[in-house]
C-alpha cells in the first residue's frame, strides 16, 4: 500500500497537478481578448506589466492592502493558512528525507517545533475561518458545502500528518491517510477552485493590467490598492 | 415567441419606436409586457459563450465566498448590512446562475436579474478592488446588463436612452440644429458681459475640440457658456463640433453596446473631421469613462486610445491653473470648507485623483476630504443611469445614504461635484434628506474666482 | 411698441395680476401674444420625471400630459381668451427661467409680461438646481427685451401708463432702460419721470458727509441726467427729473408713489451682483418685491433700439 501510494499514486498526482496547472495558464491566456475585455494588452505591456506586478506585489503582503487592513483579523487567519500551507511541506524534515532518498537532494528543513507549530497554526487557523463562515451573516450567506469540502481538502494533510507524525493511534493509517490527502491536494488544485494557486495571479495581472493599461494607469502613478 | 410591442429584444431604431415608448406613462405597459417576454435561452446561451471568456469564467470560478467584498459596496452599507447585498452573492445568484443553467431561465429569473443589475450595482468598480483575486464584479455586471439587453429585460428609461442615441446621436432629443442654434443663443446672451466671446462650430485645426452632456444644451445651456467664458479666459482656440458633440452614453447604462458604438463613432468622427490637436469634455464622469476610456475598444482601436489626445474637464482646469492660463483672485478662494466629490468613472477608473487634488489646492482654503476618497471613494449612489431609472427610485435613495453620512463628516457646505451624474445625486441628495449643503461644478465657481484681465472687460 | 408678447405664467393665481396686464396690453397695441407655460425641471437624470410646477406633483413627461397642462391653462384663462383673439400657447419642461428666456427668442418677443413668484419658490423649492435667485430675477437678467414684472393688482394703470418712472444709476443697461422708457412715454404720451438715488448706503458708508457735498452731487447728478437722456429726447417735453439720496430702493419706491407713477422702469444689472448675493441684493429685486405697479427691467439694447 505504502510502495502504491507514495510510487505510481505519486506519480500520477504531480503530473495531474502540474499538467493541470500549465494547462490552466495556457487557456487563460488564450481566452484574454483585448476587445471582448476592453484592455490594450500588447500595445501598451509596459505599462500592463508595471500594473500587473503592482496589483500582485501588494496583495502578497500582509496588510499592503485597503483591503487586507479593513479586516485584520481575517487577514491574519489567511496568511497564517496560506504561508502554513505553502512552505511546511516544502521545509518539513520528513519530506525532504523522502527527497533526498528518492532522488538525492534536500531543502533546508525546519526544526522540528516549528514544523508543528506552524502545522498547528494551519489547523487554528482554518478552525477560525470555518466559525467566521458561520458567524458572519455576509460570509454565510455565500457559503456552500463546496466551500467545506475545498477547506477539508486543504487542511486534511496537515491533520493526519500531525497525527502520524506524533503516532497518535495507529501510525501506518495516518501515514498513508496524510500521502492520500496530499495527494488529493495536489490534484484538487488544478481541478476545483483551489486552481487559485495560480488563479490568484492571473487574475490579479489581469486587473493589474486592466488598471495599468486602461484605467488611469498612463494618466496616474498607479492605483493605491 | 411573445415579444411585446414596446418590451422586446429589439433595438430602437426610428422615431415611431422612441415616441411609442416615451408616451408609454411611467413604462406602465412596457413593465406589463415584460412579464409575458419570452427568454431566448439557445441565444442567450450562444452569447455567453461567445463571450464568456477565461478572465470572467475564472472570476466566477475561484470565488473564495470570503465575503471581503461586502463591506466595499455602498448599497451593503446602506441596506444595514444585508446579506444579499453583498457583491459576491449578487452576482453569483445573477450571471453565476445563469451560467450554471446554460442559459436556461425563465423570464421571473430574467427580471431578478435586472433587478439586480440595475438597482443593485452601479458599476462602480469599487468590489473589485477589495477582492484578493481582482474579482472586479462592476465589470461582470456591465457584461450581465449587455446580456439582460439582448433578450429585452432592460429598464424602460434605458431602452429609451439607447433609443435616443441611436436616433440623435445624443442621450435627449437634441438635433445638430438645437445644438448650434444653443451654442450661436448662449454667445449671444453673454457677449455683452464678455466682449469678444464666441462658441465657434466646426472650426478647423482648433487646439481644443469640446464636447459635452446632451442635458447641458437640453437644460442648462449656461454651462456651455460658462465653458465658453473660461476657454476665452484662457484664451484657447477652440470650437464645437456641428456633430459628435454628445460624449455621453445612455447606451453603456444599457449594456447596447452597437449603439455605445455608434455614439462614440460619431465623436471620433468629428476629431478626424476638424482635426484639432485635442479634445476636451465637460464635467461629467461616465461621458468621459464611455468615449474615452472604454470607446476606443468598441470601435476596435487596437491601442485604447482616442484618435487624438482626450483629456476631461478636470485635467484641463487643473493645467490651466498651473500654467496661469486662469489666474485665482486669492481674496476669492473658496473660505468655506469645502469637499470633492471623486466620481468612480474618472478617478477610481480613470487615474485622475491627483489633478482633482491640484484644482482644490488652487481654489479652496479649507478643502476637506470625505473618507474614503480619490480611487476608494463611494459612488454619489446615483451612477450607472440608476439616477434616471424611475423604478429604482426607491433603492436609490436608500443608497444615498452613504453618501450623506460621508459629506456630513466632513463639515463642508460645499460640494464640489464635476460629474453630472454625481451632481445629480447629490442634489437628490439634499432634496430627500435636507443636510443643508450646496453643491456645484466647477466651471460657475471658476467663472466667480478669476481674474478677468482688462482687455476682456466690457466697457461700461 | 409690443408686437409680440410672451406672457410667462404658471397658470395660477400667482400669476393673475401678470395676467390681467398682458390680456389688457394685446388688447390696446393688437399684439401677438403667446402663453408660454414651463411645466417643470425634468428631475431624476436623464429620466421623464418632472415636478409639475403648478401642483408639486412629479408626473411624467410625455405627449398626454403636454396636452393636458394646454387644456388646463385654456381653461384657466377662458374667460380671457375669450375676448382675445389669435392667443398662441406654448408649453416645455426644464428649467423655468431657461425656457422663458428659450422662448422669447424663438417667437423673437419684445416684452415678457411674467409675474414675481412661481409656486416652486413659494415652496422654497429654489434648492431644484442649487440656483439661488428666482426665475424672475434670472430672466431679468438674461433677456434681450424688456421684461415687465407685475406682483401687484395693477390699480394705478387707467388703460395703461400715464406717469413712467425711470430709475437710473447711469450704467449702460439704464440707457437701454431710459430707451424704453422714453419710446413707451413718447407712443402712449405718459409722463415721463427722470429719476436718480444718490446712494447713501455704499458709496458713503462709514463717512460723514455734508450738506454740501450732498447737494454738491446732486447738483451733478442732474447735470447728468439732462445731459445722458433728456439731450437724446428731441422736442419731447412732457418729462421731469428728480435726484433724491438714500438707499435707492427705497427712494425710488417712495417716488413712484408721489408722483403716482404706474410702471417703474429700471435695468438689471448683469454683473451688479452675482445671484447668490442678489437674493437680498439687486435694487430691482426689492423694487419688483414692493412696488404696487409694474415694473419693467430692461437689460439690454436689442430690443429698444
Redo the contacts between chains.
Keep these: 500500500m505504502y510502495a502504491f501510494v507514495t510510487g505510481p499514486l505519486a506519480w500520477l498526482s504531480f503530473t495531474v497537478f502540474i499538467v493541470g496547472i500549465i494547462a490552466r495558464i495556457i487557456w487563460y491566456f488564450r481566452g484574454l481578448s483585448w476587445q471582448l475585455d476592453r484592455v490594450a494588452y500588447k500595445e501598451h505591456m509596459a505599462y500592463g506589466i508595471k500594473g500587473a506586478i503592482r496589483s500582485i506585489v501588494f496583495w502578497l503582503i500582509p496588510f499592503g492592502t485597503h483591503s487586507w487592513r479593513f479586516y485584520p483579523f481575517f487577514t491574519i487567519c489567511v496568511f497564517t493558512f496560506h504561508i502554513g500551507l505553502l512552505f511546511t511541506p516544502l521545509f518539513i524534515f520528513g519530506h525532504n528525507v523522502l527527497l533526498q532518498e528518492r532522488w538525492g537532494f534536500s531543502l533546508w528543513a525546519m526544526p522540528e517545533g516549528m514544523a508543528d507549530f506552524m502545522t498547528v497554526a494551519v489547523i487554528i487557523a482554518v478552525l477560525f475561518i470555518i466559525l467566521r463562515r458561520n458567524a458572519l451573516p455576509e460570509v454565510r450567506i455565500l457559503t456552500t458545502p463546496y466551500d467545506y469540502l475545498v477547506l477539508a481538502i486543504a487542511v486534511a494533510p496537515f491533520v493526519t500528518g500531525l497525527l502520524a507524525h506524533h503516532q497518535i493511534g495507529n501510525y501506518n493509517f495516518w501515514l498513508i491517510a496524510h500521502i492520500l490527502a496530499g495527494e488529493i491536494f495536489l490534484v484538487a488544485i488544478p481541478l476545483t477552485k483551489l486552481s487559485h494557486f495560480i488563479g490568484f495571479f492571473l487574475s490579479r495581472a489581469q486587473l493589474g493590467m486592466d488598471y495599468g493599461i486602461k484605467r488611469g494607469g498612463m494618466k496616474s502613478k498607479g492605483l493605491a490598492w | 415567441m411573445p415579444e411585446g410591442k414596446l418590451c422586446n429584444k429589439q433595438t430602437v431604431d426610428t422615431e415611431e419606436q422612441l415616441q411609442a415608448l416615451l408616451n408609454d406613462k411611467s413604462g406602465k405597459q412596457y413593465y406589463e409586457e415584460m412579464n409575458h417576454l419570452d427568454v431566448d435561452a439557445k441565444a442567450l446561451w450562444a452569447t455567453i459563450q461567445k463571450t464568456l471568456k477565461s478572465r470572467l469564467r475564472t472570476w466566477l470560478e475561484i470565488c473564495a465566498h470570503c465575503g471581503m467584498c461586502s463591506d466595499s459596496c455602498f448599497f451593503y452599507m446602506a441596506n444595514k448590512k444585508d446579506p444579499t447585498q453583498v457583491p459576491s452573492y449578487k452576482i453569483q445568484s445573477t450571471l453565476g446562475e445563469l451560467v450554471r443553467r446554460k442559459g436556461h431561465v425563465d423570464n421571473a429569473f430574467m427580471q431578478m436579474v435586472m433587478d439586480t443589475a440595475w438597482s443593485k450595482c452601479t458599476c462602480c468598480n469599487r468590489c473589485g478592488m477589495y477582492c484578493p483575486f481582482g474579482i472586479d464584479m462592476g465589470v461582470m455586471f456591465s457584461y450581465l446588463r449587455g446580456l439582460c439587453f439582448t433578450q429585452g429585460f432592460v429598464p424602460w428609461e434605458l431602452k429609451i436612452g439607447s433609443g435616443m442615441h441611436r436616433i440623435y446621436r445624443a442621450q435627449m432629443n437634441v438635433t445638430t440644429e438645437d445644438w448650434v442654434d444653443t451654442c450661436e443663443w448662449m454667445a449671444e446672451e453673454y457677449e455683452e458681459d464678455w466682449p469678444g466671446l464666441t462658441i465657434p462650430v466646426d472650426k478647423q485645426d482648433a487646439d481644443i475640440i469640446y464636447t459635452v452632456n446632451a442635458r447641458e444644451p437640453k437644460h442648462y445651456p449656461e454651462d456651455l457658456a460658462e465653458a465658453a467664458i473660461l476657454f476665452h479666459l484662457a484664451g484657447e482656440n477652440w470650437t464645437v463640433p456641428s456633430e459628435g458633440w454628445e460624449e455621453t452614453s445612455l447606451a453603456m447604462f444599457a449594456g447596447d453596446w452597437a449603439a455605445c458604438k455608434m455614439q462614440v463613432e460619431s465623436v471620433y468622427d468629428a476629431m478626424e473631421r476638424l482635426n484639432p490637436k485635442r479634445m476636451v469634455v465637460t464635467e461629467c464622469g461616465h461621458a468621459y469613462r464611455a468615449t474615452v476610456v472604454e470607446g476606443p475598444y468598441w470601435t476596435g482601436r487596437k491601442d485604447g486610445q482616442t484618435p487624438i489626445p482626450s483629456f476631461h474637464y478636470v485635467e484641463w482646469v487643473a493645467e490651466a491653473l498651473r500654467t496661469g492660463k486662469i489666474k485665482i483672485d486669492p481674496a476669492k478662494k473658496i473660505k468655506e470648507p469645502v469637499t470633492y466629490q471623486d466620481s468612480c468613472n474618472y478617478i477610481r477608473n480613470a487615474g485622475l485623483k491627483d489633478v482633482a487634488r491640484e484644482i482644490m489646492g488652487y481654489i479652496a482654503e479649507d478643502f476637506r476630504e470625505m473618507k474614503p476618497n480619490k480611487e476608494h471613494n463611494f459612488c454619489c449612489g446615483g451612477g450607472g443611469g440608476l439616477n434616471g431609472i424611475g423604478r429604482y427610485r426607491e433603492q436609490r435613495n436608500i443608497g444615498l445614504k452613504v453618501k450623506r453620512d460621508q459629506i456630513l463628516a466632513t463639515g463642508a457646505n460645499l460640494v464640489i461635484a464635476p460629474c453630472h451624474n454625481c451632481w445629480d445625486a447629490i442634489r437628490d441628495l439634499e432634496e430627500e434628506f435636507e443636510i443643508g449643503i450646496r453643491w456645484s461644478f466647477l466651471k460657475p465657481l471658476l467663472i466667480h474666482m478669476a481674474i478677468v484681465p482688462d482687455h476682456l472687460k466690457p466697457e461700461e | 411698441m409690443f408686437e409680440k408678447i410672451l406672457f410667462a405664467t404658471t397658470g395660477t393665481p400667482t400669476c393673475d395680476h401678470a395676467a390681467h396686464v398682458a390680456f389688457d396690453l394685446k388688447k390696446k397695441y393688437h399684439s401677438e401674444l403667446t402663453l408660454f407655460h414651463s411645466m417643470g425641471?425634468?428631475?431624476?437624470?436623464?429620466?421623464?420625471?418632472v415636478k409639475d410646477s403648478r401642483t408639486g406633483e412629479e408626473e411624467?413627461l410625455?405627449?398626454?400630459?403636454a396636452d393636458w397642462v394646454k387644456e388646463e391653462l385654456k381653461t384657466y384663462y377662458a374667460k380671457q381668451l375669450a375676448e382675445a383673439e389669435g392667443v398662441l400657447f406654448e408649453t416645455t419642461a426644464?428649467?423655468s427661467h431657461?425656457e422663458i428666456?428659450?422662448a422669447a427668442?424663438k417667437t423673437d418677443a419684445d416684452l415678457i409680461v411674467m409675474g414675481a413668484h412661481s409656486r416652486d419658490e413659494e415652496a422654497g423649492a429654489t434648492?431644484?438646481?442649487?440656483v439661488v435667485g428666482s426665475t424672475m430675477q434670472r430672466v431679468a437678467k438674461?433677456a434681450?427685451c424688456p421684461v415687465l414684472i407685475v406682483s401687484r393688482p395693477c390699480t394705478t394703470c387707467l388703460w395703461y401708463f400715464s406717469n413712467i418712472i425711470f430709475g437710473t444709476d447711469f450704467?449702460?443697461a439704464s440707457y437701454s432702460a431710459f430707451l424704453f422708457a422714453y419710446q413707451l412715454a413718447k407712443a402712449i404720451g405718459a409722463k415721463l419721470h427722470l429719476f436718480h438715488a444718490l446712494d447713501m448706503s455704499s458709496i458713503h458708508a462709514g463717512k460723514a458727509v455734508s450738506q454740501d457735498e450732498i447737494e454738491r452731487e446732486i447738483a451733478e447728478a442732474r447735470e447728468r441726467i439732462e445731459k445722458t437722456y433728456v439731450a437724446k429726447m428731441e422736442d419731447y417735453d412732457n418729462y421731469e427729473v428728480e435726484v433724491w439720496e438714500g438707499v435707492p430702493y427705497v427712494e425710488i419706491l417712495k417716488f413712484a408713489r408721489e408722483r403716482n407713477g404706474d410702471l417703474i422702469v429700471m435695468a438689471h444689472h448683469?454683473?451688479e451682483v452675482?445671484p447668490e448675493e442678489a437674493v437680498l441684493g439687486s435694487t430691482v429685486e426689492q423694487v419688483v418685491l414692493r412696488a404696487a405697479c409694474p415694473v419693467a427691467s430692461v437689460n439690454?439694447p436689442d430690443k429698444v433700439s
Design positions: 425641471m425634468p428631475s431624476r437624470g436623464f429620466s421623464q420625471f411624467y410625455d405627449n398626454d400630459y426644464g428649467e431657461r428666456l428659450r427668442r434648492r431644484y438646481r442649487n438674461g434681450k450704467s449702460k448683469t454683473r452675482d439690454r
